[in-house]
């Protein structure tokens, strides 16, 4: 890298030295800096599997839920989502409890639970893990302003939390204090916002929000990436592009599982035996392993084979050889016999957004021009089949709707109509008609893709369903991406008319899919349509500030409608993943909102004389 | 002239060439390269953070500063960190064993049964068993390796076929373990380079077999075993020392990327493969770099190895 | 680089266009390979000229429909008809294997003869050492660096291929070239002033065709064979389908018991490859009178 990183003194003897061993070593190499992976008999071992691995453990890279999975099982957080508990609630993680909020909503204190403490680690003097107090959270936040860190998280708190952002323009000196994040005492910490930010709490459930100590940070550098240091439930044993290997953290603080606070419903969550695991502390595993296997059907055989990795979710394509019914969801004997399963909707939705910015789309020096454009947009949107992408991809279970409001969202409204989600191939001719729309005038529709071949098939349906509607095969073009940051640049540039996107939720409130279509987020910011209406930006500001309350909801709502209404996204649908995993496993798997929360409370049914791997 | 005044010589004569290989892979990977900022940006980037990021990876700079501090790396061998935070040299350390343990059984056994297939097939000149082992090569030439990986997949790793060996995955805990795993790879491998390899072994056989001196000593009545071992392999050595040094740059490096990918093993070929996908600058100048070098110490080492084999050629 | 990779000493050749096919006419397997290779090759210029294969993109069908009359390899996914994507991907096949043999046999006779002809000089140094550096570079790793570098551009795989594929040609013709120049003829040529260039081209190059011929071939096939390999790892064919494209599509499907996108591409791939293998050897035997049956 070309960047300047501080570095440990004997880094450069070191790589030469290592650098040689590697080229003429056949085998036997190991990393003196990491702790080799022993065998141990008997071993509790959970082998859980992802179709991608993280790019980093360092929190500040916590940007998916990739990151997250590993990062929350080897970091703390003040708070955490209830285990069991849907639609989805807070609890106090490494906080003693909920924060004490002031009457403006401006200032939060929070109590961090006192005894806790991190894991042993070359890093700390004399190797032995020091108390996780309040200045620890102080400082890992700040990382996420260094730019140093190239961080992803900032956007969470930037021009929210007093000070910060001055903090990283005057330099990002950690000695200097953030007026509106500190420690009051060893267990306190006071953060003051500029102006009230109901989602705070939620954002620190998320690995951005992670607590780093900073022996660790100043002690690896970069390598803290791969070295994660926490308090977490589990300590890092390995860690590569395949898969990473965590040990139970033996030094985890003791909290027996009360199954009423994480949220347990016996008539749905019953069957999974998870009520074993109450009164005792987590972790209940030795070992998590992580796979990282992107090819779905290289999983599925390694899931079903018994002796490999025990979650997966349903490829798509096994859908008619392992289910017995869709509605409601239900394996083949052969499989339920072997397996448990859960069918879940996804926290988040794919969406395809017109880039307003477009001329030949969107907006319009010329006021007719511009109603046209609304025009063609609304019949490529009734042109657009879910149903049939419904049935190809998501096993016909996801979930369509109308808006950018999810299902998942406590603001969703089942009710809507969903006239903007329904197929009407002659009304959409009839509009085109209507509005002088000819298969000779019709502008060119780029479409950007990544390659893969799921990406080229979607392409192909959605080609074939707007020549239904007289939209020439050969105006509409595919443009392939060499890889998905080449794609994401053209879309933050603003240089492609149709930007198709998946948005996972950051938190469980319709705010998270709202701001993507508020003008001052415009490319190369969020909102990718780069929809400018000031009605809808100022209900936004209004509502960015409201604690939940039905009068937010209603302004969500309208907000909602507006999308809608002008015809600026072809929107939306929740996926429906079928995850399956072995009938010795304990566990309500999910991998929605942060991700990888729940992995602490799984447990594996004690057998007669079978090892737990 | 002495080996080893040989071999400074012509290491001397590699500089250009590493030179010219860092030289195009910079431009190829690193400078034209994907872009890694838009990977690092979070959810709601601002310019000001896509300035900050692309300053910090150093895309602000112009080519030939980039290109002179590489080479700089090259020098002190130090590249630095990868994108995860580990050290360049750490990821090589733990990635280039797994590729050699993974690719060695393979690229060895496959070389050795198509050297037999091949002096069966040149033993048996012209006969159906010559004719079957030939049309068996082309048949193995013939099949996509892509193919093959996929169905051996199947048929040795799925539960509803044999089952025998994990479908994917990678362990080195035991001798057991690492046999059962690199098993299917290792068999993958075999198809296919024993198709390109008994044919080329096999024509060099043929040709050897028509040499005088081969016609001289059958004339002479020397036994047919014999000339095969003294004469006929003999000769064949050069031309086999040469395929078999020159498939190592690649074998070691990128040879076993579509293996390595296909099975997830977490070899050198996946990671320089995921670091030109998400362009993760440090770890593919550090590939380049030991490629360039693997590959003038092999030119050098073949060269040596000849005059081993055979005397009259000298080191000039 | 070394004298063994150099081929040895070739006799003269007379009429040999007339004698190689002579030769290969009475090569019965070679025949048969060669009417295959035509019978895909007509299969081929039917999608050019868009007599068949046309509705390759379009939804005739639902998912996965078994084989029927109305569809011959049943249907995908999404409910296109595997038989006209199968077909279609055969024209892919060509004209990647085509631009690929055509364009790297023509770099590595023009660069390979240049090197030849003035062997010793730096114009031969510098492309002697370039070919080095372009063999040094893992090849996969090469052609992915080459498509990222293009920009998404959809010639980028080709280009891939070529800049690696003319080696093997310049080093051979390389090596003829250096033999060819002592000849009488050619010196007879040098010593009337004609220029270089033109003696490259009409008295020097005419020689290697039975080279050319044999290296053109290898990198069609070669192609072929790339480039399914390339599409399975996302850096291949950007636009339309290929083999490679319907394998990778298959990756997911076999393991469900759908084997019709692996089938068709599969079978069609190996026999164009097995049938141009067959051919180019036969081709090789007819060519090169010295070789050792």
């Known amino acids: 890298m070309d960047a300047h990183w501080p570095r440990p003194p004997a880094a450069t003897r070191r790589t030469v030295l290592v650098l040689c061993a590697a080229l003429l070593a056949a085998a036997g190499c190991t990393d003196p800096d990491r702790p080799a992976p022993a065998p141990k008999a008997g071993l509790r071992a959970f082998r859980y599997s992802m179709d991608q691995a993280p790019t980093s453990l360092d929190p500040t890279q916590a940007a998916n839920v990739y990151a997250n999975t590993v990062i929350l099982n080897v970091y703390d957080t003040l708070y955490a989502y209830q285990y069991l508990a849907r639609p989805y609630a807070l609890k106090p993680n490494l906080a003693a409890g909920f924060p004490d909020v002031s009457a403006d909503g401006l200032t939060y204190r929070i109590r961090l639970k006192p005894g806790v403490h991190f894991i042993d680690d070359p890093c700390f003097p004399g190797g032995r893990g020091r108390e996780v107090v309040a ?102 044993v390995s860690y590569d592009t395949s898969r990473v290997v965590l040990d139970r953290n033996p030094g985890f603080r003791q909290e027996p599982v009360d199954l009423a606070a994480e949220g347990f419903n016996p008539a749905t969550q019953a069957h999974t035996g998870v009520a074993a695991i109450a009164g005792r502390s987590p972790p209940f595993v030795d070992r998590l392993e992580i796979d990282f296997i992107p090819e779905a059907s290289a999983a599925w055989t390694s899931f079903t084979k018994g002796d490999e990795i025990q979650f997966t979710a349903l490829p798509v394509e096994q859908a008619d050889r392992v289910l017995a019914s869709r509605e409601p969801v239900a394996l083949l004997p052969e499989y339920a016999d072997r397996f448990h399963f859960a069918a879940g909707s996804e926290a988040g939705f794919v969406f395809t957004s017109f880039n307003m910015d477009f001329p030949e789309f969107g907006y319009h020096p010329d006021p007719e021009r511009q109603r046209r454009n609304r025009a063609l947009r609304c019949a490529i949107i009734k042109a657009y089949d879910w149903k049939a992408n419904n049935a190809s991809w998501y096993f016909g279970l996801a979930r369509v709707f109308p808006g950018i409001i999810v299902p998942a969202s406590p603001e969703f409204d089942p009710t809507l109509d969903a006239g903007s989600v329904t197929r009407d191939v002659e009304g959409a001719r009839r509009l085109l008609a209507d509005h002088g729309w000819t298969a000779e005038n019709l502008p060119v529709l780029t479409v950007g893709a990544t390659a893969g071949v799921t990406s080229r098939l979607y392409f192909e349906q959605f080609r074939a369903w707007l020549g239904e509607i007289g939209y020439p095969p050969e105006k509409i073009v595919r443009k392939t991406y060499a890889n998905f940051g080449n794609l994401s640049r053209a879309w933050k540039r603003s240089e492609l008319p149709l930007v198709s996107k998946g948005w996972g939720l950051d938190y469980p409130d319709a705010e998270n899919t709202l701001q993507l279509f508020y003008g001052p987020n415009s490319s190369p910011g969020s909102n990718d349509a780069n929809y400018r209406n000031p009605a809808y930006d100022a209900l936004y500001e209004q509502t960015s500030v409201m604690l939940p309350s039905p009068e937010r909801t209603a302004r969500y709502r309208q907000m909602n409608q507006m999308v809608i209404d002008d015809c600026v996204a072809i929107t939306g649908l929740s996926r429906t993943r079928i995850y399956l995993w072995h009938r010795d496993v304990i566990a309500v798997p999910d991998r929605e909102i942060v991700g990888g929360f729940w992995l602490k409370f799984v447990d594996l049914v004690p057998q007669a004389g079978a090892p737990g791997g | 002239m002495p080996i080893a005044q040989y071999a400074l010589r012509k290491l001397l004569a590699g500089i250009p060439l590493v030179i ?42 112009p080519f030939a500063e980039r290109y002179a501090g590489f080479l700089r790396e090259v020098v002190t061998f130090d590249f630095g960190y990868a994108a995860t935070g580990e050290p360049v040299a750490t990821l090589l350390a733990r990635t280039v064993p797994v590729s050699l343990l993974l690719i060695l059984p393979g690229f060895v056994l496959g070389h050795l049964v198509s050297l037999g297939l091949a002096l069966l097939a040149a033993y048996w000149r012209g006969r159906v068993a010559d004719r079957l082992i030939m049309a068996l090569a082309t048949v193995g030439m013939s099949v996509s390796f892509v193919i093959v990986m996929i169905g051996f997949q199947i048929v040795f790793g ?115 493969y995921e670091a030109i996908i998400t362009g993760d600058q440090p770890v593919l100048k550090a590939v380049v770099t030991l490629t360039a070098i693997l590959f003038v110490l092999v030119v050098i080492l073949n060269d040596i190895l000849y005059r081993v084999v055979d005397p009259r050629v000298s080191l000039e | 680089m070394n004298a063994t990779a150099l081929p040895l000493p070739a006799p003269r050749r007379d009429s040999l266009g007339a004698r190689a096919v002579r030769q290969f006419r009475r090569d019965r397997t070679g025949m048969v390979a060669l009417a295959v290779v035509l019978g895909y090759l007509a299969a081929a210029a039917g999608v050019w000229f868009g007599w068949w294969a046309t509705d390759w993109g379009a939804l005739t069908g639902t998912k996965w429909e078994p084989a029927s009359a109305a569809h011959w390899f049943g249907t995908n996914i999404i409910g296109q008809d595997i038989f006209a994507r199968a077909i279609y991907s055969t024209s892919v096949a060509f004209e990647v294997g085509l631009v690929v043999a055509l364009a790297a046999t023509a770099l590595g006779a023009a660069l390979g003869a240049a090197a030849g002809y003035f062997a010793g000089s730096w114009l031969d140094e510098v492309l002697l050492w370039f070919m080095g550096v372009l063999e040094a570079i893992p090849f ?68 290697t065709t039975h080279i050319l011929l044999v290296q053109a071939s290898i990198a069609f096939v070669g192609a072929i064979k790339t480039e399914v390999i390339l599409s399975f790892l996302g850096i291949g064919i950007r636009d339309g389908v290929s083999w490679g494209l319907m394998i990778e599509e298959s990756t997911k499907e076999v393991l469900a018991g759908f084997y019709n996108n692996f089938l068709a591409a599969s079978l069609l791939m190996f026999g164009l490859v097995m049938a141009f293998n067959t051919f180019a050897d036969a081709l090789q035997d007819a060519l090169d009178p010295r070789k050792v049956g």
């Open chain 2, 158 to 272: 799925s539960s509803d076929w044999l089952g025998w060996f994990p479908v994917r995955g990678w362990s080195t805990d035991s001798v057991g373990e690492y046999l059962r795993y690199i098993a299917v790879p290792t068999l993958a491998t075999m198809f296919v380079a024993i198709g390109y390899d008994t044919r080329f072994y096999r024509a060099l056989v043929a040709e050897e077999m028509t040499r005088d001196h081969v016609r001289t000593a059958r004339a002479y009545g020397i036994p047919e075993a014999r000339i095969f071992t003294r004469n006929i392999l003999k000769n064949c050595l050069i031309p086999v020392i040469t395929r078999v040094m020159f498939s190592i740059p690649s074998v070691a490096v990128g040879g076993s990327l579509l293996i390595e990918s296909y099975f997830g093993i977490p070899g050198v070929g996946r990671a320089t």
């Open chain 1, 135 to 236: 200045e620890d959270f102080v400082y890992s936040l700040k990382r996420q302003f260094d730019p140093a860190n190239q961080p992803q998280g900032a956007w969470f708190w930037s021009g929210r939390i007093a000070g910060l952002d001055e903090w990283k323009a005057a330099g990002a000196n950690y000695d200097q204090p953030v007026e509106g994040l500190r420690a009051l005492d060893r267990h306190t910490l006071e953060i003051r916002l500029t102006r009230p930010y109901p989602q705070l709490v939620d954002t620190l459930t998320s690995g951005y929000s992670a607590i780093v100590p900073r022996e660790a940070a100043e002690f690896y550098g970069p390598r803290l990436g791969v070295r994660p240091v926490g308090s977490g439930p589990f300590r890092l």
């Open chain 3, 140 to 207: 996969y790793l090469f052609v992915a660096a080459v498509a990222f570098a293009l920009q998404d551009s959809p010639w980028a795989m080709q280009v891939g291929m070529i800049a690696t594929f003319w080696i093997g040609t310049a080093r051979l013709v390389r090596g003829e070239v250096m033999k060819l120049r002592g000849i009488e003829y050619v010196e007879a040529a040098r010593a009337i002033g004609l220029p270089s260039p033109v003696i490259i081209a009409r008295h020097v190059l005419p020689n």
């Open chain 2, 20 to 61: 010219g290989v860092t030289l195009v892979s910079f431009a190829l990977m690193v400078y034209f390269g994907p872009d890694r900022t838009y990977e690092l940006l979070g959810k709601n980037p601002t310019e000001e953070q896509i300035a900050e990021v692309r300053s910090q990876l150093g895309y602000d700079r």
